[in-house]
DNA sequence: ATGCGGTAAGTCCATGCGTC
DNA sequence: GACGCATGGACTTACCGCAT
């Protein structure tokens, strides 16, 4: 019921929705992805909004699995944004960025959660809706235009003071943990022996005391405790002490406690930390957020080679030409003087692209004018910071890196005469976007098969209903079917439409765009089409199927008396040999079929049983 | 060594459910 | 009601055995 959104087309639709807004763009990332926007740096993750499941059907929510890479968006400084998107209503739903980083990778799957009827107000009424829910936290749906100005505005509609963010969360343990100890009164007297210990005045040991007392039974510390559990630990409570004390209620009474509040609370504090080093070991001062954020500062000047030197070596060398592309795109960085300008900002823990984009301008200046951000940084991505420089020599030429690539995910790219480019982040959406564009009936007429279902149909295969995708006036399209063979599929079309076409392959992972030179259909899995007498055509997946309904065509029993031999026994049997249980694929009443060999054995099997018991089957590898 | 056919294993994600 | 883990389907990728 509910409609699923690959993680990429919802990035795509979230492009789109910032359409007319120029000043956006992606750094890298396919959902979760890094962008800026207005000046402002985010990552970015959407999910679709689904329901609950629970009894109250208004209750849906997204969840937000742990993923590796997420720990990289967690310990940066940038906001990181969640996003719900409800197809059904065009509706965006987010919550407080801080509290949706602090419960980042905090347990397999964490809710945040919306209402559908609140998602259907801000569609019907194409505004912006709030709404309070129940575990202190909030939720804003918003229609999907208003994208830009809540991503501008975030800090107001969620401001940073604002309250804090998964109090008594079950995934926040230690957060918890941490205040229970910090308010438990019992500690107190622990406290004032420790004092003493420390050869401090029994006058200070009892003013500090009174002081802790009063804050604690009085609710003071219970009154600002969302200031104190926006912490992990113990010893980062001291950061929020001066705020604490600043508050007007209790730097009145600060005078009457011999003006002693910040330092017995910090006193207290760094007592309570000392308890319990042994289990906070890992969890030092200098693990504070403010340090998280200067360390890229501190990671700017790792020792690495001496650019200078490389300079010698290859100043003769030119390292742009075999890497330039006929689009006049870089399809590596392979010059050694700029990957180690570039290292500071790449080759860190935290990762600086924009910087690293600076530097390529500053390099090359307008030369490569035809790429941008996202062509970069895919060319970022791709470089192996281990082993960085490129041993560049006569071979070096696109085909060998064709050959190093060929087992890589692969994007579909197609041109159009006039030079449009479709290249989704999916290579199903961009064949989807193509055939929708270019006579969906006309392709259905071409019958291009596969698994038996034309490629273009408007009826819904049992087998396959799931890998057809709907497009524009209820055509489906079967989609599944590897990139390779989709772009053959695609200039198949193209040629017998005479659309002009040009349909490449993009790496995945250096962003070159490859155009196989092989013909099509070689590289693709080979299929045994066979027609029946009464007209009936299957041309499946695996040959293999195509062996299995002509055994159950022509009758197991049948078969086994033609004394066919497969892997030193009959083609059907009853009792496979322990290593041929997994080919031996069932064909009724008990009989297998030993389907472990290659494609033009099936082939003549299948041949020899047409012609030996004149089944008159018309038998072709395609 | 390399490519191919086939399958197992892994990943992603919506849905379902037990627990507090 | 809120929460997050378990589950299972769809899909992708890795791996294996075999042939060349």
């Given at each position: 019921?509910i409609?699923?959104?690959s993680?990429?087309?919802l ?7 910032l359409?007319g807004?120029?000043s ?5 990332g ?9 000046g ?5 993750y959407?999910?679709?909004l689904?329901p609950?499941y ?9 969840q937000?699995?742990?993923r590796e890479d ?6 940066s400084?940038i906001?990181?944004?969640l996003?719900?998107y409800d ?5 965006y739903?987010?919550?407080h960025?801080k509290?949706?980083k ?7 799957s ?8 609140l998602?259907?107000?801000?569609a019907?009424t194409q ?13 804003i749906?918003?229609?999907r ?7 501008s505005?975030?800090?107001i509609?969620?401001?940073d003071?604002s309250?804090?963010v998964a109090i ?7 957060a ?5 100890t910090?308010?438990d009164?019992?500690n107190i007297?622990?406290?004032a ?9 029994s ?6 005391c ?11 510390i219970?009154?600002?405790r969302?200031?104190f559990?926006?912490?992990n ?6 950061n929020v ?8 209620e209790?730097?009145?009474?600060n ?17 309570l930390?000392?308890g319990?080093s042994?289990?906070?070991?890992n ?5 504070s ?6 360390s890229?500062q501190n990671?700017?000047d790792?020792?690495?080679?001496n650019?200078?030197d490389k300079?010698?070596d ?6 742009e030409?075999p890497y330039?592309?006929?689009a006049g ?11 180690d ?5 790449l ?9 690293a ?5 500053d ?5 490569y ?5 996202g062509?970069w940084?895919?060319?970022f991505?791709a470089i192996?910071w281990a082993?960085?420089y490129v041993?560049?020599s006569?071979e070096?030429?696109t085909?060998?890196e064709v050959a190093?690539?060929?087992?890589k995910t ?5 041109e159009?005469p006039?030079g449009?480019?479709i ?6 959406d961009?064949?989807?976007?193509v ?6 009936d006309l392709?259905h ?14 009826e ?12 524009a006036n209820?055509?489906?399209?079967f989609?599944?079917i ?8 695609l ?10 076409l ?5 790496s995945?992972?250096?962003g070159e765009i490859?155009?196989p030179?092989n013909?099509?259909s070689t590289?693709?899995r ?16 695996k040959v293999?199927e195509?062996?299995?309904e002509?055994?159950k065509y022509?009758?197991p029993e ?11 026994d009959?083609?059907?049997l009853?009792t496979p040999?322990?290593?041929y249980?997994?080919p031996?694929?069932p ?5 297998f079929?030993n389907t472990?060999?290659d ?5 003549e ?7 030996d018991l ?7 590898i395609?």
């Amino acid at each position: 019921m509910i409609k699923k959104i690959s993680r990429y087309s919802l990035q795509q639709i979230f492009i789109e929705s910032l359409e007319g807004c120029n000043s956006f763009q992606i750094i890298n990332g396919l959902n979760p992805f890094h962008l800026t926007l207005n000046g402002k740096e985010c990552y970015i993750y959407i999910k679709n909004l689904s329901p609950a499941y629970f009894s109250n059907p208004d209750i849906w929510r997204v969840q937000l699995p742990r993923r590796e890479d997420f720990e990289v968006i967690k310990n940066s400084a940038i906001d990181f944004i969640l996003l719900g998107y409800d197809s059904e209503n065009k509706v965006y739903t987010t919550w407080h960025p801080k509290w949706t980083k602090q419960r980042l990778n905090k347990g397999e799957s964490v809710s945040f959660y919306s209402r559908l009827s609140l998602q259907e107000e801000a569609a019907s009424t194409q505004s912006i809706k709030r709404l309070s829910l129940n575990n202190d936290g909030e939720v804003i749906a918003f229609p999907r235009e208003q994208l830009e100005f809540i991503l501008s505005n975030l800090k107001i509609f969620f401001q940073d003071e604002s309250d804090y963010v998964a109090i008594g969360s079950k995934r926040r343990p230690e957060a918890n943990e941490a205040y229970k100890t910090f308010a438990d009164p019992k500690n107190i007297a622990a406290f004032a022996k420790s004092m003493a210990n420390d050869g401090n005045s029994s006058a200070t040991i009892a003013n500090y005391c009174h002081i802790l007392r009063s804050l604690l039974n009085d609710g003071y510390i219970t009154r600002y405790r969302k200031l104190f559990l926006s912490y992990n630990n113990l010893n980062e409570y001291h950061n929020v002490v001066s705020e604490f004390c600043s508050q007007p209620e209790i730097s009145d009474r600060n005078e009457q406690w011999h003006n002693a509040t910040n330092t017995a609370l910090n006193a207290y504090i760094t007592f309570l930390s000392k308890g319990q080093s042994d289990v906070l070991h890992n969890h030092g001062a200098d693990d504070s957020p403010q340090d998280a954020i200067d360390s890229p500062q501190n990671q700017l000047d790792p020792p690495s080679q001496n650019p200078g030197d490389k300079d010698e070596d290859s100043s003769d060398i030119d390292w742009e030409a075999p890497y330039t592309n006929s689009a006049g795109k870089l399809t590596k960085i392979a010059n050694p003087v700029l990957i180690d300008k570039l290292r500071p900002f790449l080759d860190c823990e935290y990762v600086s692209p924009v910087r690293a984009y600076n530097e390529i301008e500053d390099f090359y200046g307008d030369r490569y004018s035809k790429m941008n951000m996202g062509d970069w940084m895919q060319l970022f991505k791709a470089i192996n910071w281990a082993a960085p420089y490129v041993q560049l020599s006569h071979e070096a030429s696109t085909q060998a890196e064709v050959a190093k690539t060929r087992s890589k995910t692969e994007l579909l790219r197609v041109e159009y005469p006039d030079g449009r480019v479709i290249q989704h982040p999916k290579a199903i959406d961009t064949f989807t976007e193509v055939i929708e564009d270019n006579y969906p009936d006309l392709i259905h007429e071409l019958n291009i098969l596969h698994a038996n279902v034309n490629l273009v149909t408007k009826e819904r295969s049992e087998q396959y209903a799931s890998a057809q995708k709907e497009i524009a006036n209820g055509w489906l399209v079967f989609t599944n079917i590897n990139t390779r063979r989709k772009r053959e599929d695609l200039l198949k079309i193209s040629e017998e439409l005479g659309l002009g076409l040009k349909v490449d392959l993009v790496s995945i992972v250096t962003g070159e765009i490859i155009t196989p030179s092989n013909e099509p259909s070689t590289s693709a899995r080979q299929k045994i089409k066979v027609t029946f007498p009464d007209g009936r055509v299957i041309q499946p997946h695996k040959v293999l199927e195509s062996l299995v309904e002509v055994v159950k065509y022509a009758g197991p029993e049948r078969v086994r008396d033609l004394n066919i031999i497969v892997c030193a026994d009959n083609l059907v049997l009853k009792t496979p040999k322990p290593r041929y249980i997994k080919p031996c694929k069932p064909v009724g009443n008990g009989w297998f079929v030993n389907t472990c060999s290659d494609t033009p054995t099936k082939y003549e099997q299948i041949k020899k049983i047409s012609t030996d018991l004149g089944l008159d089957l018309q038998v072709e590898i395609i």
